[in-house]
């Protein structure tokens, strides 16, 4: 029987569809989840196999595959005080083709060894059989970011400020008992001191279980080509591949108040949160943002039928891009005595949707971005490529590989595929059935 409200904590590191789900919650029900900090923390952490730590997949009760289920982004608060970032190169000697993932001892060979920590520093993670330092990726330019008791601003600080925090890391980081990660802030980092960053929370890896069991870092098509061929316990082949879900986007509009429509792979869905970002910048330039600990809190509906290959994202109205956003009286009228001169219909009722495309590079994911809006609207891709060019646009969610093809798509489409409400709802306008 589904709860209206479940909440969850429970983190896991590799999404498995052979696991148990969590809950179920009812549709229409609400999922409150707390959230530990997204990739360094996972990534400085040898133990596990992936970069990220999400919530254990809740179940929707009537979710079955074939169907699709939406997210309404109620809430997203930051618990975290400090957080620590930066770029990165891999370390070799540390891993076994994929650092995210099969992080080895580069002094006993243990793949992803049992460790503990000894003071802070990249060193400071050791082996538990050796004792030797296990550390996956080398720190480049690396920041430690602070912010403010009201989580509103954020600023870098200097080292001794960065050593203070560290020696507090995971109080500064605000980890749930549940996590089993080690906090970043160990870095003890300040190379960039005095930027000043205003906080807009976006949560960069939430979806449904994938079809296939797989690193929760790499539930994306950039990050999860990794795991084709690889010579490690989570490799996949292409065809595994796309029984993906497309969760790890790191889209910045994935904010308070927009909308979220993700696919159904597996029977309940399994709605799992994880990755939340204090800020982001279009593209994730540095590869890592500002990551934290959180409380989401999302509402479930089940969209029967519905069938989808990644995610639908219905932004805030302040968040599309120009070019999509629904028309305006004034543009509607000026429209409109062009097609009354000449006695031609005008495709005046459109509202504007985002499709999720990914793949090993921005040219493979803005194709399959392309293909995914074809498909489900039915219209010949070569006129799919025309109407996002000029009702639309391509916006990079994350490099290498994740973009957002927005879209103004005709009433009647929507309706046929049940959406006009939803989207209509979105963007305030009539619900017209």
Not at 397 to 412: A, D, E, F, N, W
Request: hydrophobic letters at 40%; one cysteine or more; proline letters at 8%.
């Amino acid at each position: 029987m589904g709860k209206s409200i479940v909440h969850t904590a429970e983190m896991v590191w590799v999404l498995d569809p052979a696991e148990p789900f969590a809950g179920p919650v009812k549709d229409g029900g609400t999922i409150v989840a707390r959230v530990s900090p997204g990739c360094w923390g996972a990534m400085i952490t040898p133990d596990y196999p992936s970069g990220h730590e999400v919530t254990r997949p809740v179940a929707v009760e009537g979710a079955k595959v074939g169907d699709a289920i939406a997210l309404k982004i109620r809430k997203i608060r930051v618990l975290s005080l400090a957080t620590t970032s930066g770029t990165d190169a891999p370390q070799e000697g540390h891993y076994l083709g994929d650092p995210f993932v099969a992080k080895r001892c580069p002094q006993c060979g243990l793949i992803n060894p049992s460790t503990y920590v000894e003071g802070v520093g990249p060193g400071a993670i050791r082996c538990r059989k050796c004792g030797s330092p296990v550390h996956p990726f080398l720190l480049e330019n690396t920041y430690t970011l602070l912010m403010d008791e009201e989580r509103q601003v954020g600023v870098t600080v200097p080292p001794a400020v960065a050593e203070e925090i560290a020696a507090d890391a995971a109080r500064f980081s605000a980890l749930p008992p549940e996590s089993r990660q080690y906090s970043a802030n160990l870095f003890a980092r300040g190379d960039l001191p005095g930027l000043i960053a205003p906080l807009r929370p976006m949560v960069g890896n939430i979806g449904t279980c994938p079809a296939v069991r797989m690193p929760a870092s790499h539930n994306a098509g950039d990050f999860g080509s990794f795991l084709v061929g690889a010579p490690h316990d989570y490799a996949l082949s292409e065809e595994e591949l796309k029984k993906r879900t497309d969760g790890h986007m790191d889209v910045n509009e994935v904010v308070e108040g927009s909308l979220l429509i993700v696919p159904v792979k597996v029977d309940g869905g399994g709605i799992y949160v994880g990755d939340v970002h204090a800020m982001m910048g279009d593209g994730e330039i540095a590869g890592h943002t500002t990551d934290v600990s959180a409380e989401v809190i999302i509402e479930v509906k089940v969209l029967k039928g519905l069938t989808l290959e990644g995610p639908i994202l219905l932004p805030l109205q302040e968040d599309l891009p120009k070019i999509v956003r629904p028309r305006t009286s004034e543009v509607l009228a000026r429209a409109r005595r062009i097609a009354d001169h000449y006695g031609f219909a005008l495709e005046d009722e459109a509202l504007p949707i985002q499709v999720i495309g990914t793949g090993k590079d921005l040219n493979a994911a803005t194709a399959n971005g392309l293909a995914r809006m074809s498909k489900l609207t039915a219209l010949p891709l070569p006129e799919v490529r025309n109407r996002c060019t000029i009702t639309g646009q391509v916006d990079i969610g994350r490099l290498p590989g994740v973009v957002q093809i927005s879209m103004l798509v005709p009433k009647l489409i929507l309706k046929r595929l049940q959406l006009w409400n939803l989207v209509a709802e979105q963007y305030q306008e009539s619900q017209e059935v």
